[in-house]
Every structure is written in C-alpha cells, then in structure tokens.
C-alpha cells in the first residue's frame, strides 16, 4: 500500500499563502503524476493542479498566477505554494499520487485523507 500524508492547511486571511505539502510512503515502485484537488461544501471534486514526474505542470484557471506546485522526487513529496488566496479558494485540498507498488502491478491512484483550507475575507 501508499499511504500519503497532507500537511500544512488552516486559516488565512484573503490576500495571504499557505503551503501544503504531501508525502508518500510504504510500498512505491514508482510515481508518475502527483497532484493536488479540492472540493469546497457542496461542490464537485475539481483539479487544482498535477506535476508529472519530468517537471510537468498542469493548473486549474482559477489558480493560474497564484498557485505553484512541485515535487521533490527524491523525497516522494509534492507542495503547493499558494499565494493570493481568495474566500473561494476554502475547501478541502487531497493530494494524489498514480504510483505503482511493483513492477508487477499496474498503476494505481492514491489519495490522502485531505487537509482544510479556510480563507476568511
């Protein structure tokens, strides 16, 4: 099994940064993307951005110029930076990780348990 552990939610005003990262750990073969998403009370689940293995980066619009995700590959980590957060930008950030336990098996998602995000007008 993968098991991934967010950090680095809370509270912040409109205007302010936080920084969320994720590690993964257990049973890793490899890991292709990793990414993150959210789902704000009452709404779909949705992207917020996905980085792949050879540095590239995919982004919701929303969160263009704003967030900014990477990875240390060594560390089996993933973060996202994110500056200038907006009340619409509360919800519940997941991260995920498609990753293989062996090279035996074929590539899985996994996701965390979710770390809240509150931004306070």
């Known amino acids: 099994q993968v098991q991934l552990v967010e950090s680095g939610g809370g509270l912040v005003q409109a205007g302010g940064s936080l920084r969320l990262s994720c590690a993964a750990s257990g049973r890793i073969f490899s890991i292709n993307i990793m990414g993150w998403y959210r789902q704000a009370p009452g709404k779909q689940r949705e992207l917020v951005a996905v980085?792949?293995?050879?540095?590239?980066?995919n982004y919701a619009d929303s969160v263009k110029g704003r967030f900014t995700i990477s990875r240390d590959n060594a560390k089996n980590t993933v973060y996202l930076q994110m500056n200038s957060l907006k009340p619409e930008d509360t919800a519940v950030y997941f991260c995920?990780?498609?990753?293989?336990?062996?090279?035996?098996?074929?590539?899985?998602?996994?996701w965390g348990q979710g770390t809240q995000v509150t931004v306070s007008s």
């Open positions: 980085a792949a293995g050879g540095g590239i980066t």
């Open positions: 995920t990780a498609d990753a293989r336990e062996s090279q035996w098996v074929g590539v899985r998602r996994y």
